[in-house]
């Protein structure tokens, strides 16, 4: 793939909708591209000052309670034009607030449906070929410092295989146009891909469990890291694989 092919495809990588052979290819010329690397960054960059710029024009909830507060009681007589205009210019006030409360609530749901798109296209991804494990290790002391220079941050490795989940090794992935850690178990002959990524706030949140496309993705943050558990084993193993693994971390 050439630099003019690349760049067709940047916007469609961004927004998730390759499929995983063009995905691949297009992920695999950035790697060696700094030109077509650059633009990504730059897209990406884009992107993210315009979901910044619209999360400033979300208002509070209490918006409409302040200005009713600042307003004179209503005087027991006809309305006045001027009167009539107020509410209406009030009204219309909240009602684009609520609105725009909404659209930022769909938008927001939206990149996460999107974002879940990419990990499991990324788990299938693996299952093909050599594409597994960059580093091939069920010591969890080989696996974790492998990262070391390849990413921000180095993800949290535990080993579970007493539990029942064997580490099988790691390598570097994408999503959402950035590089990722995925930490790569397996329970019984069934495949587990564990995404991490450093989260923007560093508290907790509790796990959710959704199916796409006939796998399992749990999601959860801990630690201030964001973890995507996504496997086509049962939702019940995959909450016991999450909670072993949030349990050794805290360890």
Known sequence: MNCEEAGILLHALIDGELDAENARAVEGHIAGCPKCAATLRDMQAIRNAIRAGASQYAAPPDLRRN????????????????????????????????????????????????????????????????????????????????????????????????????LLGARIDYV?????????????????????EPALSQG???????SLHGFNVRSWREKGIHLWAVSDISPDELSEFGEK???ALKQ
């Not at 907790?204 to 959704?210: F, L």
Request: aromatic letters at 6%; charged letters at 20%.
């Open 67 to 166: 200005i009713e507060g600042k307003l004179p009681a209503s005087a027991p007589v006809v309305a006045s034009r001027r009167a009539a205009l107020k509410g209406f210019a009030l009204g219309a006030t909240a009602t684009a607030l609520a609105a725009s409360g909404l659209l930022l609530m769909v938008t927001r749901k939206d990149a996460e449906r999107r974002v879940l798109d990419e990990i499991v296209s990324a788990h299938l991804r693996s299952l093909q070929g050599d594409r597994l494990a960059d580093v091939v290790s069920s010591d969890q002391h080989t696996v974790k410092p492998w990262f070391n220079g390849r990413l921000a941050g180095s993800p949290p490795v535990m080993d579970l295989t007493a539990q029942g989940f064997t």
């Open 245 to 247: 693994f949030a349990a």
């Open 176 to 196: 959402d146009a950035k590089p990722v850690a995925a930490i790569v178990y397996r329970r019984r002959v069934h495949i587990i891909n564990l995404f991490c």
């Open 204 to 210: 907790e949140s509790s796990a959710s469990m959704q």
